[in-house]
């Protein structure tokens, strides 16, 4: 249904099981109609979530009009819970991705244009964060911390293309903080958002 461009699309799924025949990316020569959805056909992916899967994984365009589409914001994040997790009280997503000449924020850049992410004390907070493009960035959030793998306690954390992380807390800092990439340059050029905790 792009009717602005009328460009073939396909999705392309990580993290989860599926057949060749769901994959979605597009090869000349190679990949089948999963990979090459022209306009104003359908295609229907089937995929399996697997006791690998839980966490968060990217979903994007893998047709031939992969890097427009995913400029102009086609791709997104699947949040797959484990067996034995509890879905959490507030899930925010982070999608970090250059735009032009600035650095964004789920497609959006500088604080009052960024998402306002919004929680309360006592609440168990998930942030799903993902980097698409070609560059790296730094998740940030003033004043607090999560425990990473190993028992670490950590206050940043880095992502790269198509890589995803989720941490959670369960809040307990009521006031309004900032989170942002914390590369200067991408946090100077937009990559910077509001968070804010009431009280209980």
């Given at each position: 249904?792009?009717?602005?461009?009328?460009?073939?699309?396909?999705?392309?799924?990580?993290?989860?099981?599926?057949?060749?025949?769901?994959?979605?990316?597009?090869?000349?020569?190679?990949?089948?109609?999963?990979?090459?959805?022209?306009?104003?056909?359908?295609?229907?992916?089937?995929?399996?979530?697997?006791?690998?899967?839980?966490?968060?994984?990217?979903?994007?365009?893998?047709?031939?009009?992969?890097?427009?589409?995913?400029?102009?914001?086609?791709?997104?994040?699947?949040?797959?819970?484990?067996?034995?997790?509890?879905?959490?009280?507030?899930?925010?997503?982070?999608?970090?991705?250059?735009?032009?000449?600035?650095?964004?924020?789920?497609?959006?850049?500088?604080?009052?244009?960024?998402?306002?992410?919004?929680?309360?004390?006592?609440?168990?907070?998930?942030?799903?964060?993902?980097?698409?493009?070609?560059?790296?960035?730094?998740?940030?959030?003033?004043?607090?911390?999560?425990?990473?793998?190993?028992?670490?306690?950590?206050?940043?954390?880095?992502?790269?293309?198509?890589?995803?992380?989720?941490?959670?807390?369960?809040?307990?800092?009521?006031?309004?903080?900032?989170?942002?990439?914390?590369?200067?340059?991408?946090?100077?050029?937009?990559m910077i958002g509001i968070y804010r905790?009431?009280?209980?």
């Amino acid at each position: 249904m792009d009717t602005l461009r009328h460009d073939p699309h396909s999705m392309h799924f990580h993290g989860v099981h599926y057949r060749p025949s769901s994959d979605g990316a597009y090869v000349p020569g190679f990949s089948g109609p999963d990979g090459d959805v022209k306009f104003g056909q359908t295609y229907t992916y089937r995929l399996t979530a697997g006791s690998d899967s839980a966490g968060v994984w990217p979903y994007h365009d893998h047709s031939p009009s992969m890097m427009d589409s995913i400029d102009g914001g086609m791709f997104g994040m699947l949040s797959i819970l484990g067996p034995h997790d509890r879905a959490p009280d507030r899930e925010f997503e982070v999608a970090f991705l250059p735009h032009g000449n600035l650095m964004t924020i789920d497609g959006r850049a500088f604080v009052g244009n960024t998402p306002v992410f919004k929680s309360h004390v006592g609440q168990l907070i998930q942030w799903d964060v993902m980097a698409m493009g070609s560059d790296f960035h730094t998740f940030h959030v003033h004043g607090h911390r999560w425990i990473a793998p190993g028992g670490v306690p950590r206050d940043t954390q880095t992502v790269g293309p198509a890589e995803t992380f989720r941490i959670r807390w369960r809040e307990e800092d009521p006031g309004t903080w900032l989170y942002h990439c914390h590369v200067e340059d991408h946090m100077m050029r937009g990559m910077i958002g509001i968070y804010r905790v009431t009280p209980r």
